[in-house]
C-alpha cells in the first residue's frame, strides 16, 4: 500500500510503528481501491477503438494503471469508454448500455467525435457529440488521441475519483440513485431524445407556422 | 493502364441496337441500356462476353437534368479491364430499376443501399429494406434536394467561414438546436417505432416449423451490435435450430458517417483525410484508391519517387493488417490476447515509420494528387530496411511456427467451409477470401495500377477454401508483400515527390472515373462524377468490407453458431469502411 497517498500527515504515528499502522480517512483509502480497478467496457466503436486496443498491449500498457480489466458485458463494467463516431442509429444501444451499468459508473468521451461530433459533426447519422445524452466525466481531444493521450485522460479520471466522497456521492444517496437513468433515444424520422419532446413538438409546429406565412 | 473500353464492347451497342447506345458525355466511358432490356443486356454481358464478377453498384443523382442514373461496374476475374454500363431513369417517385440479384446475387446489399440513400427501387429484390439509416428514416440522404440538419451550402469552402472567417455553431441555426430535421407539425409522442418488425419478416421465412413430428423451436438471437468478437458496431440477427444457423441477416449502418454526403460537399483534396477514417486500419491504401482516382479524372502522371514511396507504404500497410487479422483472429477462437500482442508489437513498428513520413500514426493523410505529401527521411528509410530486411521476415515465420500447426486451431478451422469459387464470384467478394477459394484474382496483376506491373511477385491463393486457408493465405500474403517491398526498396530512384504544385484547390474536368486497388481486405474503390467544379457532383466509396459480406447470409446458413465467428473474423471486415 501506498502509505505517502493513504496516510493523513497530522497524525504522529511513533516510529518504530510505522511499518504497520497507517491511519487514514474511510474515503482515501476507498477512493484509492476504486482508481485502481477502473474496469473499461469493452466497447469499440471506430477509429479511435483501435488506439484504445494499443492502448492496452505491451508497449502502452494501460495495465500500470489497473485499468486493463475490458468487460464484455456492462453489468461488470465501471468506465464506458466511447471511442468513436456516436451514430444515430448506435445511440439507442448506447444509452441501454449505460443505463445497465452498476453505480458508480464513469463516462469519457474519447477523441474528437465522441466529444464533439468531429470531422463527421455534420453527418445526418451523426451525434454531436455523447455528452448530448450521457454526462461525460473526461473529453480526450485527438482524432484519434494517441495511446499516450488516452493514458493522460485516464489518469485525469483519477484524480477526479480521488476527490469524490462517500457523503455526497450519488449513489448511496436514496433520492438520487437515479439520477443517471437516461430515457433511451427513440428512432424515428430523425433521432427523438425523450427528454425533448415538448421542444421538438414547438419546433416543428413553429415551423408550419413559418411555412404557412411564405 | 487502363485498355479503352471500345476493344471490348463495340459489339454491345452493335448487338442490341437501338437498346444500348455508347456514353457520349465528355470523360464518360461505358454504355447506356434501356431500363426495360436491362436482364436481356447483363445476361449477355455475364454470360457471352465473361464478365463474371460484378464490382460496384450505385446510383447518381443527376438533380438538375431530372434523371436517375444506376452505374454498374462488372469485371473479369481473369483480369482485364471493365465494362462499364448504366441506367438511366426520370427522376420521378417511385424511382424504379429492375433487379439483377438473380445474375449477380452479390448486388443484394448495394442494391439495398442504393434504395436507402438515394431511393432507387429494384423491383424484383426479395428483401428490399433499408440498409445503412433505420426504417422509418424520413427521406432519401444522397438525394440532392435533401438537406440534414446542419446543412449549411451546398458545397466548400463555406462562406460564413471563408474568406470572413465569420464562424458560428452550426446548432444556432437549426430550428431544434441539433442536427435534427423533423416534418412539419411532427408529434413524436404519436410516433410508432418501426423497431425490427420488417427486419423479423424478413427472417421470418426461415421460421417454419419442420415436419418431422419433433416440436422443436427456433430461437432467433441477436448478435451485435456490442458484442466483442463483432470487429465493431455489426450486428447479425440468425435463427438457430439448435446449434446450427437456419437463418442470418446481417444489420448495419451502426457506424454510417455519412462519407458519401460529406464527400460530394468537400473540394477534393479535402476529401483525403476522410478516406483515412474509411478502413481505419490502411489509411495509406485508402488515400491510394482515391488518388488513382482523381488522377484518372484529372489525367496527371505521378512523380516516379512517389510511384515507389506509394507501393511501399501500401505494402507495409498490409503487412500489418494481415499482423492484426492473425491477432484478432485467434482472439476470436479464444486464445485471448497472446497472439494479438504479437501482431501489435509489429503494428507499433510499421505504425512508428507512419508517424515520421506522415506526421500521424493511423490517420496518415499522405497522397496528393501526383504524388505524396513528404519525402521518406533516410532515418526512416533505414527502419523500413531493418524491418523488411530482418525483422518481419522472422517474426512472420516466428507467428507461423507458434500457430499453424497448433492443434486447437487445427481442429477449429480445417475442413470447415468457407464458400466455393463460383459461389465467391457470384456474390462479387473480392480480396483474401476470394483468393483462398482457388481464384487467383489480385487487382494487383489483374488490373495492375501505380507501378505493381513492375515487381515479381505471387498472387497468392489456396485452394480447399475452408477456414484453415483463409488464414494460410495471410501469411502467404505478408511474404509476397515483403517480396514487393525488398525489390521496391532496391529500386526506389532520387527525385520530386510531386509532379504537380502544392494546392488546396485542383482543377479536375469533367468525367467520370472509377479508381480501384487490392485493399488488403478486397477491392476498394472510389467513383467519382465531377462536372468541372472544385467539388465532385458524386463520391462514392465501393467498399470491400461491405460487398464481401453478401455471401454471409449464404455461408453461414448451416454451420454451427461457434463457427460463425470465424467466419466473420475471415470477412476481415472494418465498420468504418464497411458502414461508411
Ligand atoms: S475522433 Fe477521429 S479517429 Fe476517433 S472515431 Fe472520430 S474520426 Fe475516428
Redesign the interface.
Known amino acids: 500500500m501506498d502509505n505517502e497517498k493513504l496516510s493523513l500527515p497530522q497524525y504522529d504515528i511513533p516510529e518504530d510503528m510505522q511499518h504497520a499502522i497507517a491511519v487514514t480517512t474511510l474515503d482515501r483509502l476507498y477512493n484509492w481501491g476504486r482508481r485502481s480497478s477502473v474496469w473499461p467496457l469493452?466497447?469499440?466503436?471506430?477509429?479511435c477503438?483501435?488506439?484504445m486496443?494499443?492502448a492496452q498491449?505491451?508497449?502502452y500498457d494501460m495495465a500500470r494503471f489497473g485499468m486493463e480489466v475490458m468487460r464484455?458485458t456492462p453489468r461488470q463494467a465501471d468506465l464506458l469508454l466511447v471511442s468513436?463516431?456516436v451514430?444515430k442509429?448506435?445511440v439507442p444501444?448506447i444509452v441501454r448500455?449505460y443505463n445497465q451499468m452498476p453505480e458508480p459508473k464513469y463516462v469519457v468521451a474519447m477523441g474528437a467525435c465522441a466529444s464533439g461530433?468531429g470531422?463527421?459533426?455534420?453527418?445526418?447519422?451523426?451525434?454531436?457529440g455523447i455528452d448530448?445524452f450521457l454526462p461525460v466525466d473526461v473529453y480526450i481531444p485527438g482524432?484519434?488521441p494517441?495511446p499516450q493521450a488516452l493514458i493522460a485522460g485516464m489518469i485525469k479520471l483519477q484524480e477526479k475519483i480521488d476527490k469524490q466522497t462517500m457523503k455526497t456521492n450519488r449513489w448511496y444517496d436514496k433520492k438520487k440513485v437515479d439520477a443517471n437513468y437516461v430515457p433511451v433515444p427513440?428512432?424515428?424520422?430523425?433521432?427523438?431524445d425523450p427528454r425533448r419532446?415538448d421542444?421538438?413538438?414547438a419546433?416543428?409546429?413553429?415551423?408550419?407556422t413559418q411555412?404557412e406565412s411564405a | 493502364m487502363t485498355a479503352p473500353a471500345s476493344t471490348l464492347t463495340v459489339d454491345l451497342a452493335a448487338r442490341f441496337p437501338g437498346i444500348v447506345t455508347a456514353e457520349t458525355r465528355p470523360g464518360c466511358t461505358g454504355f447506356i441500356v434501356e431500363k426495360d432490356n436491362l436482364i436481356e443486356v447483363a445476361t449477355v454481358i455475364r454470360d457471352e462476353l465473361g464478365f463474371d464478377l460484378l464490382t460496384a453498384v450505385t446510383g447518381v443523382d443527376y438533380f438538375p437534368e431530372e434523371k436517375m442514373e444506376v452505374v454498374y461496374h462488372a469485371y473479369k476475374t481473369t483480369g482485364g479491364p471493365g465494362l462499364v454500363f448504366k441506367v438511366q431513369v426520370p427522376r420521378v417517385d417511385p424511382v424504379e430499376v429492375p433487379s439483377l440479384i438473380d445474375i449477380w446475387p452479390g448486388v443484394d446489399l448495394q442494391e439495398r443501399e442504393a434504395w436507402d440513400l438515394m431511393g432507387i427501387k429494384f423491383t424484383g429484390h426479395p428483401d428490399l429494406r433499408r440498409i445503412l439509416m433505420w426504417e422509418g428514416f424520413d427521406g432519401h440522404p444522397l438525394r440532392k434536394d435533401w438537406k440534414e440538419g446542419f446543412y449549411e451550402e451546398d458545397t466548400k469552402p463555406f462562406k460564413s467561414r471563408w474568406p470572413d472567417g465569420q464562424f458560428y455553431m452550426a446548432e444556432e441555426k437549426n430550428p431544434f438546436n441539433d442536427n435534427l430535421t423533423f416534418p412539419t407539425n411532427f408529434d413524436p409522442e404519436k410516433w410508432i417505432p418501426e423497431g425490427d418488425a420488417l427486419l423479423y419478416g424478413a427472417l421470418a421465412r426461415y421460421t417454419v416449423k419442420q415436419e418431422d413430428g419433433m416440436s422443436t423451436d427456433r430461437i432467433v438471437i441477436n448478435m451485435g451490435p456490442h458484442h466483442p468478437s463483432t470487429h465493431g458496431v455489426f450486428r447479425a440477427v440468425m435463427t438457430l435450430d439448435g446449434e446450427t444457423i437456419v437463418g442470418l441477416k446481417p444489420v448495419l449502418g451502426y457506424l454510417h458517417r455519412n462519407h458519401d454526403k460529406i464527400g460530394e460537399r468537400n473540394t477534393y483534396l479535402q476529401n483525403m483525410p476522410f478516406t483515412d477514417r474509411l478502413d481505419y486500419f490502411n489509411s495509406m491504401t485508402n488515400n491510394f484508391g482515391y488518388a488513382l482516382a482523381v488522377e484518372k479524372l484529372m489525367g496527371i502522371p505521378v512523380a516516379e519517387r512517389a510511384e515507389y514511396i506509394r507501393i511501399i507504404v501500401s505494402e507495409l500497410s498490409r503487412v500489418q493488417n494481415h499482423l492484426i487479422f492473425i491477432g484478432t483472429l485467434l482472439n476470436d477462437l479464444g486464445a485471448m490476447y497472446t497472439p494479438s500482442l504479437y501482431a501489435f508489437e509489429e503494428r507499433e513498428l510499421i505504425l512508428d515509420i507512419f508517424e515520421e513520413i506522415s506526421g500521424a500514426r493511423m490517420m496518415c493523410n499522405y497522397f496528393r494528387f501526383g504524388g505524396v505529401v513528404r519525402d521518406i527521411p533516410d532515418s526512416a528509410m533505414k527502419k523500413i530496411k531493418d524491418l523488411v530486411y530482418d525483422r518481419l521476415q522472422a517474426k512472420t515465420d516466428e507467428l507461423d511456427r507458434m500457430l499453424t500447426e497448433n492443434e486447437i486451431l487445427v481442429s477449429r478451422m480445417k475442413d470447415v467451409p468457407m464458400i466455393s469459387a463460383e459461389d465467391a464470384i457470384r456474390y462479387s467478394v473480392t480480396g483474401p477470401v476470394l483468393r483462398a477459394a482457388g481464384v487467383p484474382y489480385d487487382i494487383r496483376r489483374a488490373d495492375p495500377y501505380g507501378i505493381y506491373d513492375r515487381f515479381d511477385f505471387d498472387v497468392a491463393v489456396r485452394h480447399n477454401g475452408d477456414l484453415m486457408d483463409n488464414y494460410l493465405i495471410r501469411i502467404d500474403e505478408i511474404r509476397q508483400s515483403l517480396r514487393i517491398l525488398e525489390q521496391a526498396i532496391k529500386q526506389i530512384p532520387e527525385g520530386p515527390i510531386n509532379s504537380q504544385k502544392p494546392a488546396y484547390q485542383v482543377r479536375v474536368p469533367a468525367g467520370e472515373a472509377y479508381g480501384r486497388i487490392e485493399s488488403p481486405k478486397g477491392e476498394l474503390a472510389f467513383y467519382l462524377v465531377s462536372n468541372g467544379k472544385p467539388n465532385p457532383w458524386r463520391y462514392h466509396v465501393r467498399p470491400a468490407s461491405f460487398v464481401n459480406l453478401n455471401a454471409l447470409e449464404k455461408i453461414s446458413i448451416g454451420a454451427k453458431i461457434a463457427d460463425f465467428v470465424v467466419i466473420l473474423a475471415m470477412f476481415d471486415i472494418v465498420m468504418g469502411e464497411c458502414d461508411r
Open positions: 469493452m466497447f469499440g466503436l471506430a477509429c477503438a483501435i488506439e486496443i494499443a498491449t505491451a508497449r464484455p468513436g463516431t451514430t442509429k448506435m444501444a448500455l461530433g470531422p463527421f459533426k455534420e453527418g445526418y447519422n451523426v451525434v454531436a448530448k482524432c484519434p494517441t427513440v428512432l424515428g424520422p430523425d433521432l427523438m419532446y421542444e421538438l413538438k419546433a416543428a409546429a413553429a415551423k408550419a411555412q
